[in-house]
């Protein structure tokens, strides 16, 4: 139950600024440069990149998870 929990927690936390949203929603239909999500939500690459890191697209976690099908950001 702990593990669920702690993975729920993570998801909100993902979730938890309004920006996240429509870049998971662009990013549901593929792979995307950050600078198509800049474009595309019209704001500033300063505010996509770290988005991007805050929902687990970093490094090595998120290569894995690109390998594994569950993340898209480029």
Not at 11 to 37: C, D, M, Q, W
Not at 57 to 69: D, F, I, M, Q, W
């Amino acid at each position: 139950m702990a593990a669920l929990q702690e993975f729920k927690a993570e998801l909100f936390k993902a979730l938890g600024h309004p920006v996240r949203l429509p870049i998971l929603e662009l990013l549901n239909t593929g792979e995307k440069t950050v600078s198509e999500l800049q474009a595309a939500l019209d704001i500033e690459a300063s505010s996509v990149s770290p988005t991007c890191l805050n929902t687990g697209a970093s490094t090595s976690r998120h290569a894995k998870k690109r390998h594994e099908g569950l993340l898209c950001c480029a």
